[in-house]
């Protein structure tokens, strides 16, 4: 076993600054903080030697409520918490119920399930490079491009599910409604054009000077860290981490599809954004795949109803890869229609435990680039 | 060289530029109120109830079963219970809806009270710009302001709105049938769970928690192909 | 008749006319103080009305790069946006920190207005149409750039804030380091013109050989020279990439945090200024001034000719704004003194050597050295530098 040093909670200070120690609240309102979120920076010059976060402004009392709500009625509130994918979220929730209850679902319904989960996996990567390069300060451009795209993949949930971005789409034992007339034919259309943004975006960023500056060597994970943090998702995998729940776990029908891992090796800011950026065009072969082949067939286990879902007693732990990382709900039924006891595991609260570690001895300026790799949503790790 | 990919990039920016006076793709702004994006067909906004002919107030579907009051997550809808009957459109005498509120500042638009519904009483409206100024009642609508026409309906969703007719149709010829049949001195066939038509509601109108029919599950089911109806609904595929 | 009888000079000198004409009906004790007033007027006068103009350009230019569109409802095609923008910082709640120095707090913003001002009283804006011919016009274009600094720290001290204290300590630190390549770019320019007014050395680059201009632009020592130029002069007025001092999506508006109002407006009012100004004086060292670009383009006044020159920088402006991220503040510094400061040494080493090397036919001997001289460093230096972080394009394996 490998001795793991863990780094000193706070760098001391060169010797006599002691008394010019600036701690100044990165505050709730802030534009690049993703939302309500506070860091208590303790600053020596432009050295942050201590940092803590406080974070809270957006709980919502979502376990409590799923308690005293009904299992379908809380399939909206889970929209809620990372509400950038709502589907994966849905999906999240489905797969720890139909754990939970023994339900199986039919094919035709897997395969949406793919789809649409990598569709916001597409969605939710290039929302993050974008606002990672407005915190960088290129004014924008980036994340117009990234949003561009992301109005197609909306208008395509809009079509399928109702809603942009609150889909609620996900039942137990399958997914609420089949596709409209002429919506595969639409998704493969919008599949098709995505290389296009990235070979755009790929011209204009990565070979980018000032970028590779601000980003390579700031903000390094070690592996040994990453994983006894509990990191998941892009962010371990950039430090060198194969640990992709999609082939671990191998749920649903990932395991028809052939796609890559892209890891990385030294755990920075370049890293994480790299990572993400191979993952979306990972995710453009399976979405070709699933889109080839969806066949017919029903979209929900015929056994199943909206009304009196009583799971027998028993308890669930039901993990996917979200984009995020390691999303997992566990929940605890005591025979009525109401759960005893229902969790979220969000990744972006585990993700964003070694914020302090990440950011120790780098500028005021880094850390709100390395708060922005990290990728958190406010809504996911207050729920 | 130095600046390289600063130069790479700077390209892409006056490409952007010039391209945005040329090609719609690169300017994708839709100048709101003057021009609309067309609407998607599936959208769902805030619900509304759904009554047939002319008149709201005896067309109305909503028989005041209060399912959609209890599956509500965030328990927006008020239901309060009428005291007499009237007639429904199959002709039996059910209760109705004396007040029926919902509140859109609460409301969340899951859909679920539209899933739940056995007698497709309540539907998901299109209407997103519905500001007041009114902030003490303006944003509780009551089943006045509720109530829309089946022919709206139509409008907005065309694909759900054939569907649902059709099968309330296929519902009502049944109980017409079911009612000459019992005319005669025969033991009536339950009219309600019929599996063959796709009536959405009748499978999930029994409230008992218990699977609804012990009928076999057919084997032929409809083929789904990507052109399905939009109006399949759990438990539809019986 | 008054249009036949007018001809392309009197055009180019129409401000000039103007202004003796009004000149004369004022009796003459009073003289010297209105010619001064009737001087500054049209100053005060057309650099806001810029500045109003590039605020929309610059939103509705980063629009378009952006894909959407700019403001546009604000009058025809958006252009009435100052006008809107002006009311809505004039009725904007003034507001102070309890603590902050109040004195020194309402000055800075008046101070920067005026030393942005300033500068352009040495900027020769056509033929004859300057407004003081100080014979060392350069030196005090940058000894009044200087005050910028000092009201920029007013500002942010002032304030009695920590975002704002962090903001002035990195604009005080970023514009010093930039003053000095700034200076020695335009040393060059001095060298050859062989003096510090600005008149002369407008003057010195408004002749042609054939149809091709004499400008500073077009020896290397004047393409290095100006890049270097223009590259301290984004720095000196605060702009992406070098807009850490007001990074917006760090420390929300550094220095100028804590002004709300119409103190925000002058500030912003301020900033175009000198943005203004040092583009000015870049137009004025190394791309001739007022002088038109080719030889039978000399109908067109000169004052068009230098608005339009002022026009095609600040697209540049913008255009780099709306690409570039932000460099880090100890980047910057490493830029400044590592590669810029060198750079504009040499520079003014190979000048030297242009004056003193024989031409050759076309110039063509003087053109290879002198390029060769500058390229060499500057590539050494950079891969040098790049190697010292590694900073590489990396590629990536995949799992299984």
């Known amino acids: ?383 | 060289m130095i600046g390289n990919g600063i130069l790479k990039g700077l390209a892409e920016t006056a490409r952007n530029f010039f391209g945005s006076y040329v090609s719609k793709d690169r300017l994708t702004t839709v100048q709101y109120p003057e021009q609309h994006i067309p609407q998607i067909e599936a959208t769902r906004d805030f619900p509304f109830l759904v009554y047939d002919g002319a008149d709201w107030e005896s067309g109305m579907r909503c028989v005041a079963c209060q399912i959609c009051e209890k599956e509500c997550p965030p328990k927006c809808i008020l239901i309060t219970k009428s005291t007499d009957k009237k007639p429904d459109a199959v002709g039996k005498p059910q209760f109705y809806p004396a007040v029926f509120d919902i509140d859109i500042s609460v409301c969340m638009s899951c859909q679920i009270c539209v899933e739940v519904c056995p007698f497709d009483a309540i539907k998901m409206d299109v209407q997103f710009d519905l500001p007041t100024d009114d902030r003490f009642g303006g944003l509780l609508l009551d089943r006045h302001k509720l109530a829309k026409s089946n022919e709206y309906y139509h409008q907005i969703h065309p694909t759900e709105a054939t569907a649902v007719d059709t099968a309330l149709a296929a519902e009502r010829a049944k109980a017409a049938a079911a009612k000459a049949a019992a005319a005669t001195p025969k033991p009536a066939a339950p009219a309600a769970p019929a599996p063959a038509a796709p009536k959405p509601a009748s499978s999930t109108a029994t409230p008992a928690p218990a699977p609804v029919a012990p009928m076999p599950v057919k084997p032929a089911e409809p083929p789904i192909k990507p052109l399905a109806s939009e109006s399949s609904k759990p438990g539809e595929t019986k | ?400």
């Open chain 3, 1 to 400: 008749m008054i249009a036949a009888a007018l001809t392309t000079q009197d055009v180019d000198q129409i401000f000039v006319l103007i202004k003796h004409a009004l000149l004369a009906c004022v009796p003459a004790a009073l003289q010297p103080i209105a010619s001064a007033v009737l001087s500054i007027i049209p100053i005060l006068v057309a650099f806001p009305l810029l500045f109003a103009i590039t605020t929309v350009l610059e939103r509705k230019g980063l629009g378009r790069m952006q894909n959407r569109y700019g403001p546009n409802r604000v009058g025809p095609a958006g252009f009435f946006q100052p006008i809107a923008d002006g009311i809505k910082s004039l009725t904007k709640e003034d507001v102070v920190p309890l603590s902050a120095d109040h004195a020194v707090h309402f000055l800075a913003p008046i101070l920067l207005v005026i030393a942005a001002f300033l500068g352009y009283a040495v900027l020769p804006i056509g033929r004859n149409m300057v407004l003081v011919n100080l014979n060392a016009g350069v030196l005090f274009f940058f000894a009044v750039g200087s005050v910028v600094e000092l009201s920029v720290f007013m500002a942010g001290w002032s304030s009695r804030s920590k975002y704002s204290l962090l903001g002035a300590m990195r604009a005080i630190a970023q514009m010093i380091s930039y003053e000095v390549p700034l200076v020695l770019a335009s040393v060059v320019v001095i060298m050859q013109a062989g003096s510090l007014s600005l008149v002369t050395i407008v003057e010195s680059q408004s002749g042609y050989t054939g149809i091709f201009p004499h400008w500073y632009l077009f020896t290397p020592w004047g393409i290095a020279g100006f890049i270097l130029f223009m590259i301290a002069a984004t720095a000196e007025s605060n702009r992406s990439p070098f807009d850490l001092p007001e990074g917006e999506s760090e420390i929300i508006a550094g220095y100028f945090i804590e002004y709300s109002g119409f103190k925000f407006a002058l500030f912003f009012l301020a900033e175009y200024l000198g943005m203004f100004a040092t583009s000015s004086l870049a137009i004025t060292l190394f791309l001739g001034g007022w002088a038109a670009p080719l030889s039978f383009l000399t109908f067109i006044p000169s004052y068009v000719w230098f608005f339009l020159k002022l026009l095609v920088l600040i697209c540049f402006f913008i255009w780099i704004r709306g690409t570039l991220p932000r460099l880090r503040m100890d980047q910057l510094m490493g830029f400044a003194w590592k590669f810029i400061l060198p750079m504009a040494l040499l520079n003014i080493f190979v000048a030297g050597l242009w004056r003193f090397l024989p031409a050759g036919p076309l110039n063509s001997i003087r053109w290879l050295v002198c390029i060769g001289v500058l390229a060499a460093p500057c590539i050494v230096l950079s891969f040098s530098l790049k190697q010292k972080k590694k900073l590489l394009v990396r590629t990536y394996h995949f799992a299984e």
């Open chain 1, 1 to 383: 076993m490998s001795t793991l040093t863990l780094p000193t909670p706070f760098l001391s200070p060169e010797p006599g600054h002691e008394e010019r120690l600036l701690e100044i609240s990165m505050g709730p309102q802030h534009p690049s903080t993703h939302g309500v979120f506070r860091m208590n920076v303790v600053l020596d010059g432009e050295r942050v030697v201590r940092l803590k976060p406080v974070f809270g402004y957006l709980h919502r009392n979502h376990e409590k409520i799923a308690e005293n709500e009904t299992y379908l009625s809380s399939m909206p509130y889970t929209d809620r918490l990372d509400y950038i994918c709502s589907l994966t979220n849905n999906w999240g929730y489905a797969l720890a119920v139909e754990k939970l209850a023994g339900i199986t679902v039919p094919e035709r319904a897997e395969y949406l399930r793919v789809i649409t989960g990598e569709l916001t996996r597409l969605l939710n990567h290039a929302c993050l490079l974008g606002f990672l390069l407005q915190d960088m300060g290129a004014s924008g451009t980036p994340l117009m491009y990234a949003f561009r795209e992301r109005e197609k993949i909306l208008d395509l949930f809009e079509a399928l599910t109702g809603a942009r971005m609150m889909c609620n789409y996900m039942r137990f034992g399958g997914c609420r409604v089949d596709t409209p007339a002429g919506w595969l034919d639409q998704a493969r259309k919008v599949v098709a054009e995505f290389p296009r943004f990235l070979d755009e975006f790929e011209k204009l960023l990565v070979s980018n000077e000032i970028l590779m500056e601000r980003t390579q060597g700031v903000g390094v994970l070690s592996r040994e860290l990453a994983i006894s943090s509990a990191i998941s998702g892009p962010m371990a995998r950039a430090s060198g981490l194969n640990y992709d729940i999609r082939k671990v776990d191998a749920y649903g029908i990932y395991p028809r599809f052939t796609f890559r891992v892209p890891l990385g090796k030294h755990g920075d800011v370049y890293d994480r954004y790299m990572i993400r950026f191979l993952e979306m065009r990972e995710s453009l072969k399976i979405l070709n795949d699933a889109l080839r082949d969806i066949p017919a067939g029903p979209i929900i286990d015929p056994k199943s109803k909206p009304r009196g879902f009583r799971p027998k007693p028993g308890e669930a732990y039901g993990r996917i890869e979200a984009p995020k990382g390691e999303l997992g709900f566990y929940l605890i039924s005591d025979g009525s229609p109401n759960p005893y006891r229902y969790r979220v595991r969000p990744p972006s609260l585990i993700n964003l435990t070694v914020l302090e570690d990440l950011c120790l001895g780098h500028n005021v300026a880094d850390v709100v680039v390395i708060l922005g790799s990290v990728d958190i949503v406010l809504g996911e790790v207050d729920r």
